[in-house]
């Protein structure tokens, strides 16, 4: 009997794919011939999927449509757009609704996104195993647990996060003898390996697991794009990819600073060697920089090159947004925000708290922002340390024009 790798590599290759091992990389995609923009490279079912909002119904379990749904009157979870949908799922809802039917209450708040996939992804493993379910080269559960979990990478109080997670799915299906080890690993797998499953406009509407998309590399310069219909999902070529070329989609928003992919890169666990990354361009300081004053000129400002003259930019944005925008409105507060951040780097208290007195007890609003600030950064970071610093010399300035005022 052909082994799940041999299985795996015939059925891609029935799809004119293939699969070969990247240096530094583990495990690539490579089209075995040649794809023209705009074609499907793969398509794939998830293994296992859920709507982010599952109390509320905001979309049907099965082909996560929006309209005309329905709770199941039994367990009282999933919803269905209609009946063909709920048929195509019966067999794994039958089984996951019989779990979730004997819950408390208390129990059934348990199931939060993250908690219903590992569920859910149990239970399609039952039916695989008890051949209730077909299974495949490309859909068994055997490419889940080839996915990497990065297990040893992962920080202590995550991994005992992982853990209790895992005992709660224990709670919500007494009756499996899990292996919580295993679990716990698979739950780290989703942190790397889950796709958001998101409406053209790039609303996310759930989280599915696809252990053959799973496959393909991240490129900050990708030539493919991931995209969903439903929760189908779809690799289509942003440009001819040549046979033998390996395929890459990008994990991340590409339009940023390298800086910033490498650092939403890092809840992968690898660094990007991609061209784009490696080279040294002006790319980042165009994409971080501000126009020069001289409009003849069509070179660019670091943020930190000249901040007074960046600031004399901002002040005329401000002014501008001050006539268009409501006094609360967000994107004058923005503006101003920036704006307070320049003139403090430069030192300028007194422009600082002229900005500050624009809206009443502004230096209160800001000193509580730092209080919020305290609890979700901690003080101990060098960003929390200079905030704090800088924070008490706007309070001495503030106090000192209080007190000149009082003697005039």
Not at 138 to 160: C, F, G, P, R
Request: charged share 25%; hydrophobic share 35%.
């Amino acid at each position: 009997m052909a082994s799940w790798e041999e299985q795996l590599r015939h059925e891609l290759a029935g799809r004119d794919l293939a699969v070969a091992s990247v240096p530094g990389k583990g495990r690539g995609l490579f089209a075995a011939r040649s794809f023209f923009p705009g074609e499907v490279v793969i398509s794939q079912e998830p293994y296992a999927s859920t709507p982010n909002k599952i109390s509320v119904g905001s979309n049907c379990d099965n082909c996560f449509a929006s309209r005309n749904l329905r709770k199941c009157s039994v367990c009282r979870v999933a919803w269905y757009c209609g009946s063909a949908c709920q048929r195509e799922e019966w067999k794994l809802h039958q089984l996951e609704c019989g779990e979730i039917a004997v819950l408390t209450e208390d129990r059934k708040k348990m199931l939060t996104p993250t908690i219903r996939l590992m569920v859910r992804l149990v239970l399609r493993r039952k039916l695989q195993d008890d051949k209730a379910i077909p299974s495949s080269g490309t859909d068994n559960y055997i490419l889940v647990d080839a996915l990497e979990s990065h297990i040893s990478e992962v920080d202590k109080n995550q991994l005992v996060l992982y853990a209790q997670m895992a005992n709660l799915v224990q709670l919500i299906l007494p009756s499996f003898e899990l292996d919580l080890k295993e679990i716990t690993h698979t739950f780290s797998k989703f942190a790397c390996n889950a796709h958001t499953i998101c409406d053209p406009e790039l609303r996310p509407l759930g989280t599915g697991l696809y252990p053959v998309l799973s496959i393909i590399n991240h490129s900050c310069v990708p030539n493919a794009v991931l995209i969903f219909e439903g929760r189908t999902a779809y690799v289509r070529a942003l440009q001819p990819i040549s046979k033998n070329e390996e395929v890459s989609i990008s994990y991340i928003e590409t339009a940023a600073t390298t800086m910033k992919r490498q650092d939403d890169l890092k809840h992968y666990y690898f660094t990007c060697t991609c061209p784009r990354c490696v080279k040294d361009s002006e790319e980042d300081a165009l994409l971080e920089g501000y126009r020069c004053n001289d409009q003849k000129c069509d070179g660019f400002l670091l943020p930190n090159a000249d901040n007074s003259e960046v600031g004399s930019m901002y002040k005329t944005i401000e002014e501008i947004e001050r006539k268009l925008y409501h006094p609360l409105s967000i994107t004058l507060l923005h503006t101003r925000e920036t704006l307070l951040k320049i003139y403090m780097e430069l030192q300028d208290w007194q422009t600082a708290l002229m900005l500050l007195e624009y809206t009443e007890d502004a230096l209160m609003s800001l000193t509580r922002a730092t209080d919020i600030l305290r609890i979700t950064h901690g003080t101990k970071s060098e960003f929390m340390k200079e905030l704090l610093g800088k924070l008490e010399e706007v309070r001495t300035e503030a106090s000192f024009r209080l007190s000149a005022g009082d003697e005039q």
